[in-house]
């Protein structure tokens, strides 16, 4: 166990549990912040039966006092934060554009974007009072390239892109670097109830990666640990897609 101390939000469940597991195993201690509490002290439970040292915050990633309380639980307990993933985000149904509601179009926003700005505003000033650190904000390749009947979501999602890169200029010379990770598709709760709802869509959404499968979380998870750690000490600004080969599959050749 290290010093080190690291912040999930959204971490009661699937990626942002995997995460949780793999920061301990690096020697964090560990925040878990959800708005599922169920969920959330479920990982905290699973973080203290393998040895790992943390405490759950319930919190919505989209509410300002929600994050104050969980950067305050920070503070108090630990007095310090190093490294942190911004892995909460919240969709529309899938929709054309021209049918999104104004009030489903408003809480993608107020989570997927505005949550990951009310995330950065108060954990930034904590990371660079500890010394130093580094922030990954959760996006995705629909981020990259837009994503038909989840336009709100993507949408959202390339904001993260670009409000992340404002962070990293910001902070580069004051110790916190900043990066995003763009998953394709991930093995987690929301992607296997969708699967199993449209099993005709299976095939066709692993081939819609190179690799032909989904990612498991605990893929994604070490790649947020890679860019905490010292091993990415002059990486910031960065997308780092982790997709399977996703991005780059040819739609012409069935490879
Ligand atoms: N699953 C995929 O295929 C996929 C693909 C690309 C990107 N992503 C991104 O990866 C991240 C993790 O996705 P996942 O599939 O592991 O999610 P998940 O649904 O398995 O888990 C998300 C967790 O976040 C929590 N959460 C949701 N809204 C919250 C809020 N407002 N405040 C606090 N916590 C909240 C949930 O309770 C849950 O514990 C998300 O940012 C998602 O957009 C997922």
């Known amino acids: 166990m290290t010093d080190k101390i690291a912040l999930v939000m959204g971490g009661g469940a699937g990626t942002g549990r995997a995460t949780v597991m793999a920061f301990a195993a690096a020697g964090y201690q560990v925040v878990v912040a959800d708005i599922n509490e169920e969920g959330g002290q479920g990982t905290l ?13 319930h919190a919505n990633m989209g509410n300002t006092e929600d994050i104050r309380k969980v ?7 630990y007095g310090a934060l190093h490294a942190v993933s911004n892995n909460a985000a919240l969709g529309t149904p899938n929709k054309p554009i021209t049918e999104i509601e104004e009030d489903e179009w408003d809480r993608c926003m107020g989570v997927t974007l505005k949550g990951v700005w009310l995330c950065l505003k108060y954990q930034l000033p904590l990371i660079e009072e500890s010394g130093g650190g580094a922030i990954v904000n959760i996006a995705s390749v629909s981020g990259m390239r837009g994503e038909a009947h989840q336009s709100a979501y993507a949408a959202a999602k390339g904001g993260v892109l670009t409000l992340s890169k404002a962070a990293a200029v910001e902070y580069a010379k004051r110790g916190v670097r900043v990066n995003t990770i763009c998953p394709g598709g991930i093995n987690t709760g929301g992607m ?13 959404v692993m081939n819609a990666h190179a690799m032909g499968r989904l990612a498991e979380a605990e893929e994604i998870a070490d790649a947020v640990v890679f860019l905490c750690s010292e091993n990415a000490s002059f990486i910031t600004g960065h997308d ?11 739609n012409v050749l069935d490879l």
Do not use: C, H
Not at 71 to 77: F, G, K
């Open 45 to 57: 439970d699973l973080l203290q039966s393998s040895d790992g040292e943390g405490i759950f915050v």
């Open 71 to 77: 950067i305050q639980a920070a503070r108090d307990t």
């Open 192 to 204: 296997q109830f969708y699967l199993k709802n449209m099993p005709e869509m299976r095939d066709k």
């Open 240 to 250: 780092l897609v982790v997709d399977g080969g996703a991005l780059i599959r040819s």
